[in-house]
C-alpha cells in the first residue's frame, strides 16, 4: 500500500515538473520571437507605404496631318485681251481730196467715204475744202485740235495754179503733227486733162519734203490716168478718184499693218 501511494506520488510531482518545463520552454520562444505574451499583444507596427509616384501628364500629341492630296494642276490665266489699234486718220486737202468737182458739186462716194469702205476699222475726220492751199491751211493747223494716229495732207495743185510756195507750208504742218506723236501722210498731185502748169514741179517738191521729213508719200502721180475718167477739166470723177484713194490706203496699209481689214 505505501510503495503504490509513494509511486502516484512521484508521477504527480513528474507531471508537475513537465508543465513547468512547457511554461518555461513557451516563455523562452516568445521572448526569442519579440512576442509578448498574449494577454500583454501590441498592435502589429504600422508598415511604412512609399510615396505616391506622381502621375506623368499625358503628353499632348500634335494632331496628325491630313494626308498629302496632289493639287491639280492650275488652270492658266487666260491672256489679256490685246488693246484694240488705233485706226483713226484726219484728211486735210483741197477739192481733189474733198471728191469736189463743178464748183460746189460733190462725188457720190468721196475719198474720205472710201477710205471708209476700204477700212472699215478707220475713224475718218475729213476736213478737206475745195479751194484750199497749203498756205492757207498752214496758218491755222498748229492752232486746231486734233485726235487721230493719222494726219494725210493732200495740197499742192492750187498752190502750183496760183504760184503759192508749197514747200515751207508743208514742211510746218508736218513738223506740227509729228510734235503731237501723229504719222504723217501727205500726197502727190493727181492729173488733169490739161496739166496745170507746175504742176510736176510741185509734185517733186511735195516728194522731196517727204523723204526730208519722214513724212509718208502716197504716190497719186504714178496711178493710171484716163481723160474719160475726169469729172471737169480739173477734178477726178468717181472710178479715178477711188484709184487715187487706194493710194493712201496702201500707205496706211504700210504704216499700220495692225488696222488693215
Request: net charge positive; glycine share 6%.
Amino acid at each position: 500500500m505505501s510503495s503504490h501511494l509513494a509511486v502516484h506520488a512521484r508521477a504527480r510531482q513528474a507531471s508537475r515538473a513537465s508543465r513547468a518545463l512547457l511554461s518555461l520552454l513557451g516563455a523562452c520562444a516568445l521572448a526569442a520571437c519579440g512576442v509578448s505574451a498574449p494577454d500583454k499583444a501590441r498592435p502589429p507596427a504600422p508598415v511604412a507605404l512609399a510615396p505616391a509616384v506622381p502621375f506623368a501628364p499625358a503628353v499632348q500629341r500634335a494632331p496628325e496631318a491630313p494626308p498629302q492630296v496632289a493639287a491639280a494642276p492650275a488652270t492658266p490665266a487666260a491672256p489679256a485681251a490685246a488693246a484694240a489699234p488705233n485706226c483713226s486718220v484726219v484728211l486735210y486737202g483741197d477739192s481733189i481730196l474733198h471728191g469736189g468737182y463743178g464748183g460746189n458739186q460733190r462725188l457720190a462716194e468721196p475719198p474720205a467715204a472710201a477710205l471708209k469702205r476700204l477700212r472699215p476699222r478707220y475713224t475718218i475726220d475729213d476736213r478737206t475744202a475745195n479751194g484750199e492751199t497749203a498756205t492757207t491751211r498752214a496758218a491755222s493747223f498748229a492752232s486746231e485740235k486734233r485726235e487721230a494716229r493719222f494726219v494725210v495732207i493732200g495740197h499742192g495743185i492750187n498752190d502750183a495754179a496760183l504760184s503759192l510756195p508749197v514747200e515751207a507750208p508743208l514742211r510746218s504742218m508736218i513738223a506740227t503733227a509729228m510734235r503731237e506723236g501723229r504719222v504723217v501722210i501727205v500726197t502727190g498731185l493727181s492729173r488733169q486733162r490739161i496739166a496745170v502748169p507746175g504742176r510736176d514741179k510741185y509734185d517733186a517738191a511735195i516728194r522731196k519734203v517727204a523723204q526730208d521729213t519722214g513724212a509718208g508719200f502716197a504716190d497719186w502721180g504714178a496711178e493710171e490716168f484716163r481723160a474719160s475718167e475726169m469729172a471737169d477739166i480739173l477734178h477726178p470723177a468717181g472710178a479715178y478718184s477711188q484709184r487715187l484713194s487706194m493710194r493712201i490706203v496702201q500707205t496706211l496699209d504700210r504704216l499700220a499693218p495692225d488696222c488693215r481689214v
